[in-house]
């Protein structure tokens, strides 16, 4: 495809839509941002208020178009028949705000959310571009994909299953953050001197194995001044993890929430500027969905890939294997993790720079500059 250069606002119509989590709403995100920086004002998000899109988009001045479908159960059952309804009635408020708002083009991101508006566009021959965050990519995006002006993909391995005439691999969009800032800066912003750091992403959602390797690390480093341990353990977690380590280390914190003592470790229940730790960090430890990966790959980092066992479709164990094989990371299973395991794969690395400088080498390769704007290329490109 011959790429055009827009930089003036176009006039057209954006309908940006996915929800339901946030591999499907953080990518709309960063297209809606760069549309906005680039002078663009008809932007709608379609997605269901009672979704997380709808707070994450709520404070962009967007106007938010609700369809009230929710995920397809799996058997028959009342449920699935509220779900049949209810997925009719988002289908007819999508043709309504088609017609009302008379859209250039839609950018969907896969999931039940984006369903309805995909389908309505696919009836009035409105152009849509479609963008998957996985190995293995939702149902959606296979069943619809065929009638797709583009199809992105962050993973190579997601060609096979979908059928369309213009795919492309541009991974995921990422925040500029992750380009703007060097690991130096991100250092000296948090503090951070000459010590190995390992940062460890919890999160919200069956981080529980994580956690608990996590703290049997601050035990094991306690006393090591040569490492910086930053833990993220998601907001629902970070009680517990602070009673955990009060109780089996004996261990207080102070009233900026760190170990009172010790200045080798951060603990926080989550980072508002979450590209600070990954920048400033040696190697991180997470989970494997896609948009975490992305942002791990986007700051050139080694990782070591703990997937969620019971994520959708398995796609986090996909997700890892996937980054496994390009050699910029280590992926253990969850049921394999414990707190010596993983300080067995941490000592070897700092006994092997040149394996480390080698995973951050073949991380660096992934994504060389920021996907969003090869995305907004097709879009702009699917609107003209």
């Known amino acids: ?30 297209i809606l941002n760069e549309l906005k920086n680039r002078g663009e004002n008809n932007i709608f998000y379609v997605g269901n ?48 705000y088609a017609f009302k708002f008379k859209p250039d083009v839609v950018f969907a991101t896969g999931g039940y959310v984006s369903a309805p508006m995909v389908i309505v566009s696919k009836i009035l021959k409105i152009p849509y571009v479609m963008h998957d965050s996985d190995a293995h990519p939702g149902i959606v995006t296979r069943a619809f994909s065929n009638g797709a002006k583009y199809v992105n993909l962050a993973f190579l391995e997601g060609n096979k299953f979908i059928k369309a005439k213009n795919i492309t691999n541009h991974k995921n969009p990422v925040r ?25 992403m919890g999160g919200s959602q069956g981080a529980k194995t994580i956690n608990n390797a996590a703290i049997g690390l601050i035990g094991k480093y306690l006393n090591n001044k040569n490492v910086k341990i930053i833990f993220q353990t998601g907001k629902k ?56 990966i992305s942002e791990i790959l986007a700051a050139k980092k080694p990782s070591i890939l703990v997937p969620y066992p019971y994520a959708a479709a398995d796609h986090q164990r996909k997700n890892a294997k996937e980054v496994e094989k390009t050699g910029s990371a280590v992926y253990v299973e969850d049921n394999d993790l414990n707190s010596e395991i993983l300080g ?28 969003t704007y090869k995305i907004l290329d097709l879009i702009l490109d699917a609107a003209s």
Not at 2 to 27: A, D, E, M
Not at 246 to 271: E, S, T
Request: charged fraction near 25%; glycine fraction near 6%; charge should be neutral.
């Open 1 to 30: 495809m011959q790429k055009k250069q827009h930089t003036k606002n176009t006039n057209k119509v954006f309908f940006l839509t996915g929800g339901g989590t946030g591999g499907h709403i953080y990518p709309c995100v960063s």
């Open 49 to 96: 208020s009672k979704n997380s899109e709808y707070s994450v988009t709520a404070p962009l001045g967007i106007e938010f178009l609700d369809v009230p479908v929710f995920g397809m159960p799996r058997k028959i059952s009342l449920k699935f028949i509220k779900w049949m309804i209810l997925l009719f009635v988002s289908i007819l408020k999508c043709i309504y």
């Open 176 to 200: 500029n953050e992750f380009f703007a800032f060097s690991k130096d800066e991100a250092r000296d912003i948090m503090g951070i001197k000459d010590e190995f750091c390992v940062l460890i």
């Open 237 to 292: 977690n970070y009680a517990d993890v602070k009673e955990y380590i009060k109780n089996k280390l004996g261990l207080d914190f102070d009233n900026d929430g760190n170990v009172a003592g010790y200045n080798n470790f951060i603990i926080r229940p989550y980072f508002e500027k979450m590209y600070l730790p990954i920048l400033a960090s040696d190697i991180v430890v997470s989970r494997a969905g896609s948009l975490s």
């Open 344 to 371: 067995k794969i941490l000592d070897d690395f700092m006994q092997d720079e040149i394996a480390l400088h080698a995973m951050s080498e073949n991380a660096g390769r992934q994504i060389m500059e920021n996907p």
